[in-house]
Every structure is written in structure tokens, then in C-alpha cells.
């Protein structure tokens, strides 16, 4: 259906009738009392009925502009048919880890090896775009925890920015009590939903001031659940100068903290060795059971005002344009 959003806007209709009446008249010379007519005077006559008729038609001209501008102006919109959406009641926040450690490349996808993150994103895509239902939202952190979307349903746009993110794009060490900490800060604001922190990390908090447990304990108080996900392999192959050596590119992973985490705050601790354990771990936190609730009716709006606009626009330039053609 077709609606106008400020409709009070039409009182201005009448603005250019009641400036002509307010503003005085110009003034006009004195014409002579008796004239002979001549030849001239019927070539006068027929010019000057023509500029009677082009001034009417600018006069009209005028009015139709004027009054797209004002429907412009109420903002007129289309209003599509109610869509019902899914509301589970649930609110869930992404955090990730881009500190330097996850540019180590010890995970394969499609047979190509990548790094960390990109091995994340991959996996994290998929588990946003089944989300119906849920508010998404994405914190980043490194040496410093940055809030990138606040709680939206739009997980379309929680996923673009999650792809767009970088290693090293919050600093290059990694502060998981301050993540935890922003994400309880974000939810404080929010109503009191079902709340879930899905934590991934490849390594210890080396920074930041807030301590992970203390800030567990805070989320437990809170009703914030948190699981978290130790991202990385037991092992890895490496060419050195004296040949091929094993060596455990998770050495910093600081999994008792990981699970303390988790415990205190009544969730859970995955680990993520490969991108298949990744994906096995996002099937099982993707069965959580939401919480009923009503589902919420939406309407699409696609706004119209560009086109009276655009109109009247196009009719003030055709005003305009003799005047400026018989000056140049």
C-alpha cells in the first residue's frame, strides 16, 4: 500500500499563493490615454498575447514543480506485505581472535592450506547464515577488543564484516578479558534474552585489563554463557636447514583458562584441531534449543520520493533554461 510518512507537510501548499498575495506589485509605466493605431501596434498585440501564454504555462510549470517538491518532501513509500520473522530470544556474540598468532597456516581447506583466521571465517560464515532467528553480534579483539556490530538480525551484514576483518587489525597480542568484558558491557544494554559468548582464541590473554576469569565470574553474575574454541594443531611439518622437524604450533594455547572460562560461566570448551573439528563444533553449537517466543511481523518499506523529486527538478531546469539561453 502506498502511505505518506509526514503528511502535514501539504499546509505548505498554499506558501506561493500567499507569498504573490504579500509581496507588492511591480510597478508599471504610464500608458498614453489615446493612440493611433498602426501596423506595429497588431505585430505588438500578437507577441504580446504569446508571452501571456508561455508565462501561463511557466506559471503551471511552476505549480506541478511545486507541488512535487512538496509530496517529495512527505517522504511517500510503498509498503510491502508483513513478513513474519522468527524471534527466538536468544542474543549471541561472536568474538575473535586476530592477534599475529593467526596468521600460522596449519589448517586445509579444499586441499589448500590457510591460515587461522581464514580457516574461521570460512566456518563462522556458514554458522551465521543458518541463524534465523537470533540477534547476531561481532567483537574483534587483539592487543585492544573492539566492538564491529552491535546486536542485529541482520546477519548478513555480521558476516560482511567478519569477512572484511584482518590479523594484526587490533593489535598483534591478544586480550581475552577484555573481549569478554566488552561483550558484557554490550549485553547489559540489551534486554534480559537467553545470552551466549562463542569465544575463539589460538592463545593465551597476554594483555589487557581485565583478567579472563574475573571476567567469567562477572558474566556468570550477569547470565552471560560463554563457550569458547582453542583454534590450532597438536602438530605441524617444518623444512629447516638440518631437514623436516615436528613442532606444535599451539604451544601457547592456554586450554586450562579456556576451560576454566567456560565452567564458570555454565558453557562449554571445544577445541579445534583442523577445520573439520571446526565445523563439527559450530553443527553442535548450532542445535542449541532457543527459547519460544512470538515471532515478530516486518513490513518492507521502499522509499519514493526520489521520483517526484527528480521531477521537479527536471521541470525547474526547463524554467530556467530560456532565461539562461537569452542572456548568453
Known sequence: MFELEWPLVFVLLPLPLLVYRMLPATGSGQQAALRVPLVDDFRFAVAFSERVNAKRWRQW????????LV????????????????VSGRDLMLAVDLSDSMRTGDFMIDGRQVNRLQATKRVASRFIERRRGDRLGLILFGTRAYLQAPLTFDSKTVNRLLQESAIGL???????????????KRFDLEPDNSRVLILMTDGANTTGEVTPLKAARLAAARGLKI???????????ESTWFGLR???????L??????????????????A??????????QLLDEFEPLP??????????SLFMWPLAIALVLAGLLIAPRLWSRL
Do not use: C, H, M
Not at 227 to 237: K, L, M, R, S
Not at 246 to 252: E, G, K, L
Not at 293 to 302: A, E, I, Q
Open 61 to 68: 510549470l511552476s505549480l506541478l514543480a511545486w507541488i512535487l
Open 71 to 86: 509530496l517529495a518532501a512527505s517522504r511517500p513509500q510503498w509498503l510491502g506485505e508483513s513478513i513474519a520473522i522468527p
Open 170 to 184: 587490533a593489535g598483534e597480542r591478544t586480550a581475552i578479558g577484555d573481549a569478554i568484558g566488552l561483550a558484557i
Open 227 to 237: 563457550y569458547t574454541i582453542g583454534i590450532g594443531a597438536d602438530e605441524q611439518i
Open 246 to 252: 615436528r613442532v606444535n604450533p599451539s604451544a601457547q
Open 254 to 271: 592456554d586450554e586450562k583458562t579456556l576451560r576454566e572460562i567456560a565452567g564458570l560461566s555454565g558453557g562449554r570448551y571445544f577445541r
Open 273 to 282: 584441531r583442523d577445520s573439520d573439528e571446526l565445523a563439527r563444533i559450530y
Open 293 to 302: 517466543r512470538d515471532s515478530r511481523n516486518l513490513r518492507p518499506v521502499k
